[in-house]
């Protein structure tokens, strides 16, 4: 179906059409969409894929019989499964989660994303049918694990709002099960307040039949630590999105990624953070193993405010590119308004080391086993902090991508 037609046809499908100023913002959404009239050339949200990937699609969306589920494992850990962008609402002394209702239109009146000009995240307000608010309580220290249940054919387009209370502690884990042909566009607001302490894990590992577009958008206040690690082994169609703001002095943004390729599979990296405040540090890093025909871009970009001194700022992007026909393309920025920094940038991107290469061939080591080894050591470094089940999930899906270069 076409853009205009998704948008007319299901229009009264879409969450708070009923609001006008809502309504009035998806209608002016759609005419600058619709229009073309806009920079797309040199638009990053659009960067590795066409206009037509996000505006011709078949729009499919409706209640599923299998029920989303809410499972506390121990004291302080538990297991959210979400279906279809649905979950099951749930409260107690340290968390409270629910599925938004007509009633919140004002959340999502007082959203303004409209600096970033970021196009996915205009379609995720134009056909939104999801989303769920997730408030963690102070001084709660707790485990939780999301995993999205996506039935064949589903078009999501989610909105979900996470509160981290003053000095909680959260490790917070998102791992995706998509079926045939999904599309998935999902966008994490997140409010970190002072003190607390998030770690989010991404895992990404899914068919060729599917579409994710992850995006997120956290808000950093007074000491408060937000650590994210996405590892991308997906076969599918990947676009992975993230921005922080430092708000809040002594505040700290870590914005990592690990991104496996082969055939002729793609996928779309970013990571912005603002330094809003003084003594806060930020670093974002991404590294890429390509294979066979495969693309990826990423960019990074640290923009420090006029008021944010004694700022740490450092970006780093290294490439590993296995064949000639693969491309990765790497875009570190800085924006600095302040005069009292430390910030850095720097990008590697090109064959495996041949002189690491010789040097192991020269043991008695093959040159596909050798290969292996290098590219083993690439990424050691980035699941050494991990516990252990989510060591051998990601060893696992290391090994399989290892076995599938020739």
Same mark, same amino acid.
């Given at each position: 179906?076409?853009?205009?037609?998704?948008?007319?046809?299901?229009?009264?499908?879409?969450?708070?059409?009923?609001?006008?100023?809502?309504?009035?913002?998806?209608?002016?959404?759609?005419?600058?969409?619709?229009?073309?009239?806009?920079?797309?050339?040199?638009?990053?949200?659009?960067?590795?894929?066409? +206009? %037509?990937?996000? $505006?011709?699609?078949?729009?499919? =969306?409706?209640?599923?019989? @299998? &029920?989303?589920?809410?499972? *506390?494992?121990?004291?302080?850990?538990?297991?959210?499964?979400?279906?279809?962008?649905?979950?099951?609402?749930?409260?107690?002394?340290?968390?409270?989660?629910?599925?938004?209702?007509?009633?919140?239109?004002?959340?999502?009146?007082?959203?303004?994303?409209?600096?970033?000009?970021?196009?996915?995240?205009?379609?995720?307000?134009?056909?939104?049918?999801?989303?769920?608010?997730?408030?963690?309580?102070?001084?709660?220290?707790?485990?939780?694990?999301?995993?999205?249940?996506?039935?064949?054919?589903?078009?999501?387009?989610?909105?979900?709002?996470?509160?981290?209370?003053?000095?909680?502690?959260?490790?917070?884990?998102?791992?995706?099960? +998509? %079926?045939?042909? $999904?599309?998935?566009?999902?966008? =994490?607001?997140?409010?970190? @307040? &002072?003190?607390?302490?998030? *770690?989010?894990?991404?895992?990404?590992?899914?068919?060729?039949?599917?579409?994710?577009?992850?995006?997120?958008?956290?808000?950093?206040?007074?000491?408060?630590?937000?650590?994210?690690?996405?590892?991308?082994?997906?076969?599918?169609?990947?676009?992975?999105?993230?921005?922080?703001?430092?708000?809040?002095?002594?505040?700290?943004?870590?914005?990592?990624?690990?991104?496996?390729?082969?055939?002729?599979?793609?996928?779309?990296?970013?990571?912005?953070?603002?330094?809003?405040?003084?003594?806060?540090?930020?670093?974002?890093?991404?590294?890429?193993?390509?294979?066979?025909?495969?693309?990826?871009?990423?960019?990074?970009?640290?923009?420090?405010?006029?008021?944010?001194?004694?700022?740490?700022?450092?970006?780093?992007?290294?490439?590993?590119?296995?064949?000639?026909?693969?491309?990765?393309?790497?875009?570190?920025?800085?924006?600095?308004?302040?005069?009292?920094?430390?910030?850095?940038?720097?990008?590697?991107?090109?064959?495996?080391?041949?002189?690491?290469?010789?040097?192991?061939?020269?043991?008695?080591?093959?040159?596909?086993?050798?290969?292996?080894?290098?590219?083993?050591?690439?990424?050691?470094?980035?699941?050494?902090?991990?516990?252990?089940?989510?060591?051998?999930?990601?060893?696992?899906?290391?090994?399989?991508?290892?076995?599938?270069?020739?």
């Amino acid at each position: 179906m076409t853009f205009e037609d998704n948008f007319k046809q299901h229009s009264k499908e879409y969450f708070f059409s009923n609001d006008d100023f809502l309504s009035n913002q998806r209608e002016d959404i759609f005419k600058k969409i619709n229009s073309n009239k806009f920079d797309k050339k040199n638009n990053e949200s659009l960067k590795n894929l066409s +206009l %037509s990937d996000l $505006t011709s699609f078949a729009y499919y =969306y409706k209640h599923s019989k @299998e &029920e989303p589920r809410v499972k *506390k494992i121990q004291q302080d850990s538990y297991k959210i499964n979400i279906v279809n962008g649905l979950c099951k609402n749930y409260k107690d002394d340290n968390i409270e989660i629910r599925n938004i209702s007509s009633s919140d239109f004002k959340k999502f009146r007082d959203q303004n994303h409209e600096h970033l000009d970021d196009l996915v995240i205009n379609f995720n307000k134009i056909f939104l049918n999801s989303g769920i608010f997730f408030n963690i309580k102070n001084n709660t220290k707790l485990k939780l694990k999301l995993v999205h249940n996506t039935h064949e054919n589903f078009t999501i387009f989610q909105n979900n709002f996470f509160n981290f209370q003053e000095f909680s502690e959260v490790y917070l884990e998102d791992e995706f099960n +998509l %079926s045939n042909n $999904t599309i998935n566009n999902i966008n =994490y607001n997140f409010h970190a @307040e &002072e003190g607390s302490i998030i *770690k989010h894990n991404i895992f990404q590992n899914f068919s060729h039949l599917n579409k994710l577009y992850f995006t997120t958008n956290t808000v950093c206040e007074k000491k408060s630590l937000f650590t994210q690690n996405t590892y991308n082994f997906a076969e599918g169609f990947v676009r992975n999105f993230h921005y922080a703001k430092l708000n809040g002095e002594l505040s700290n943004a870590s914005l990592k990624g690990c991104f496996f390729l082969k055939d002729k599979n793609v996928c779309s990296n970013k990571t912005h953070i603002i330094h809003n405040a003084e003594n806060c540090e930020s670093n974002q890093m991404y590294k890429g193993i390509l294979n066979n025909n495969s693309k990826a871009n990423y960019y990074s970009n640290t923009f420090v405010s006029q008021i944010a001194q004694k700022t740490e700022g450092y970006q780093l992007s290294k490439g590993i590119l296995l064949t000639d026909d693969c491309s990765f393309f790497s875009k570190p920025e800085l924006r600095i308004y302040a005069d009292d920094v430390k910030c850095s940038h720097g990008s590697t991107i090109g064959p495996v080391d041949e002189s690491a290469l010789y040097y192991l061939r020269s043991r008695g080591i093959n040159k596909n086993q050798a290969m292996k080894m290098i590219i083993s050591s690439f990424i050691e470094e980035d699941i050494k902090y991990l516990d252990i089940t989510n060591t051998e999930k990601i060893s696992n899906n290391l090994s399989n991508y290892l076995n599938s270069i020739e």
